[in-house]
């Protein structure tokens, strides 16, 4: 009698397939053939697509934002934001485009992490452009702050995995449009934003006080456009405003554009040197708000009545110098713990350039006297992180 060897491919137990997931198949199945079919009867007419873009960018709003730009190797790197793509897309049409978790797990080390996937379809040809990476649910920390920690707090986690996947799906959507098309939206945001900067004196005024925490004088900023603040042209006005978003981002430093050597025209070189850059310039900050508070008590710390009642013995003068040493110390050490207001926190926080000068920034949220404020302080602290963590991606 013959005996029939079992297949490999069947030794498995058959899955049973529920009545739910063939339902959520079949209207997946079914979304995607509608965009299709809605794609290919109603196809994109470039020309009219392409107008739609130019105007869209002569929005002011749109324009600003609209680009990014740093240096890097001596050069200026520029491209289109994620807000920007995102317009293009939306004008362009037909474009099927966004991420989703695929799964979550864990490294081998223990800690968590989402594999997510991003992706741009062109509905009418049927290309794209998909990619795929792994997010670890691990939030970088300096040593100082007892190092990186793992995100539990799913809130966290969605913020940190959202940052990530936005920059890949412009990516994505760059691949499917046409480099021309990109090339002349961002003109079109250049001309508009070109047009609609402010020269006036009130502005420059802002734009100086805006460069103040990195130590950048009026006069750093006129030697870098060749002439007088109040000659400014638009097109330089931009120029400085894309400097500033790069400098408060921490893309780069004051050194990259300006030339820092001196400070030209100001009696606190060395000091307004030092706020220059990140850290530096939130422990400036700090000690101009805190350190301000410390300067007033100081006078009164030392009060010289005693020189005038020293009528007499050699052992009041000894005594008056032994006091002024020992004060001062103790008052500060008392107002370094003094309460600080919500607010100066937050803008301390918001005006961090980068993960380190950010850890400096958190290290006050202690001394808010609220407790509601201060869990605030802590999202905001994460939320800010999750911005560095997407600029490093």
């Known amino acids: 009698m013959n005996e029939v060897v079992d297949s490999p491919f069947a030794s498995g137990k058959a899955l049973a397939e529920s009545t739910g997931g063939r339902h959520e198949f079949s209207r997946e199945l079914s979304r995607e053939l509608i965009k299709r079919e809605a794609a290919h009867r109603y196809p994109r007419d470039r020309v009219v697509a392409t107008d739609r873009i130019l105007m869209a960018f002569t929005s002011v709003t749109l324009a600003e934002k609209s680009q990014y730009q740093y240096a890097k190797g001596g050069n200026d790197i520029r491209g289109p934001s994620i807000k920007g793509m995102q317009a293009i897309a939306v004008e362009w049409g037909n474009l099927d485009y966004g991420w989703r978790i695929v799964s979550r797990g864990a490294d081998v080390s223990g800690v968590p992490f989402s594999q997510i996937e991003c992706r741009c379809i062109d509905l009418e040809t049927g290309t794209g452009e998909e990619i795929g990476f792994i997010v670890p649910h691990w939030r970088d920390r300096s040593e100082r702050k007892g190092g990186g920690y793992v995100l539990s707090d799913e809130r966290?986690?969605?913020?940190?995995?959202?940052?990530?996947?936005?920059?890949?799906?412009?990516?994505?959507?760059?691949?499917c449009i046409p480099v021309d098309v990109?090339?002349?939206?961002?003109?079109?945001?250049?001309?508009?934003?070109?047009?609609?900067?402010?020269?006036?004196?009130?502005?420059?005024?802002k734009m100086v006080a805006a460069f103040e925490p990195w130590g950048v004088t009026k006069e750093h900023i006129e030697h870098l456009i060749q002439r007088r603040l109040n000659a400014i042209q638009a097109a330089q006005v931009v120029t400085l405003k894309r400097i500033y978003v790069s400098l408060r981002d921490g893309m780069s430093e004051p050194g990259e554009w300006f030339d820092m050597g001196?400070?030209?025209?100001?009696?606190?070189?060395?000091?307004?040197?030092?706020?220059?850059?990140?850290?530096?310039?939130?422990?400036?900050?700090?000690?101009?708000?805190?350190?301000?508070?410390?300067a007033a008590p100081k006078p009164a710390s030392k009060p010289t009545p005693k020189p005038a009642a020293k009528t007499g013995?050699?052992?009041d003068a000894k005594?008056?110098?032994?006091?002024?040493?020992?004060?001062?110390?103790?008052?500060?050490?008392?107002?370094?713990?003094?309460?600080?207001?919500?607010a100066f926190v937050a803008s301390a926080l918001n005006d961090a350039t980068d993960t380190a000068a950010l850890d400096v920034a958190s290290a006050l949220i202690a001394r808010v006297a609220d407790a509601k404020q201060r869990i605030e302080l802590e999202q905001m602290y994460s939320a800010r992180m999750g911005e560095f963590d997407d600029e490093q991606g």
């Open 319 to 342: 005594a008056e110098p032994k006091a002024d040493p020992k004060a001062a110390p103790k008052a500060a050490g008392r107002r370094d713990d003094a309460p600080l207001s919500y």
């Open 313 to 315: 013995g050699a052992g």
């Open 182 to 205: 990109v090339e002349r939206g961002m003109l079109q945001a250049d001309t508009t934003v070109n047009a609609e900067a402010d020269t006036s004196t009130e502005a420059m005024a």
């Open 262 to 294: 001196d400070a030209v025209g100001t009696g606190e070189s060395d000091e307004s040197q030092t706020e220059g850059t990140g850290t530096a310039a939130v422990k400036s900050r700090m000690k101009k708000k805190t350190g301000g508070a410390k």
């Open 156 to 175: 966290e986690i969605y913020e940190l995995c959202a940052n990530m996947a936005m920059r890949r799906v412009r990516a994505c959507i760059q691949a």
